[in-house]
């Protein structure tokens, strides 16, 4: 009977023998190690594009994110990430929807990384985290061209008024915690949560911990552009 595990593309060893990653262009292809990975390039690369999510081979309709989740997905996000624009050319309430998003990841990761919690966070107790997200949007504005040219006083208390509502299909609810796992769950997308942690990097100026994610940023825009090697980079499958 044929295994349905997964197994390395290129010397079909499965776990717990090996652990897998994924080409991190496509996020499809498996493999146990750089080493399989770049013998297989040659192969992969052919094939690599084509199996990107939401992608096309047609190089003039290059592929969008997230498939699902929003009003509409937008083209090259890494790029939007590391030229500023991430939040422009979308809707209102698709830019609501992200700026709730990236905040409650942040705050998740915050608490999960480095156990901190702000007081007025629900992590540390408050009942909604509206305070700390006004925080989060003032700082936002402070950052050079961040927000959409259209934001102003009153789409700001429309975005807090969202975060506010507490109804039960209400998934962007402050009062509410978020983890990754409902976030790839909600957008359709692995990589979705990388996004939103990197805008919340370029609001913060640093991530959690003090991480710095400017190389993975630039690598990830690199391969939408085509100038990476999208399969010499593997992430994780978990």
């Not at 496509?26 to 990107?52: G, L, N, V």
């Not at 989060?136 to 402070?142: N, S």
Request: proline share 7%.
């Amino acid at each position: 009977m044929t295994s349905s595990l997964p197994s390395c593309t290129k010397c079909k060893k499965s776990p717990p023998e090996v652990k897998l990653k994924r080409c991190a262009k496509c996020w499809k292809s498996p493999y146990c190690s750089r080493d399989c990975q770049k013998a297989d390039w040659k192969a992969h690369k052919k094939i690599c594009r084509t199996q990107e999510p939401g992608s096309s081979a047609d190089s003039d309709n290059p592929p969008t994110s997230p498939p699902k989740g929003l009003d509409a997905p937008v083209a090259k996000p890494f790029t939007r990430l590391e030229n500023g624009t991430w939040l422009h050319d979308r809707s209102e309430k698709d830019v609501y929807r992200l700026l709730i998003d990236a905040y409650r990841l942040r705050m998740e990761d915050n608490y999960n990384h480095e156990g901190e919690a702000d007081d007025d966070s629900i992590y540390g107790g408050a009942p909604h985290g509206l305070v700390g997200f006004r925080r989060f949007l003032d700082l936002v504005a402070e950052r050079d061209k961040l927000l959409p040219p259209w934001w102003d006083a009153d789409k700001r208390k429309a975005c807090e008024e969202m975060g506010m509502d507490r109804g039960g299909g209400n998934f962007y609810n402050l009062a509410a915690a978020v983890e990754k796992g409902e976030i790839i769950d909600r957008y359709g997308d692995q990589r979705f949560p990388m996004q939103l942690r990197m805008f919340a990097e370029a609001v913060y100026l640093s991530g959690p911990g003090g991480a710095d994610g400017t190389r993975m940023r630039e690598m990830m825009a690199s391969m939408e552009s085509g100038e990476g090697q999208g399969g010499m980079t593997f992430l994780s499958m978990r």
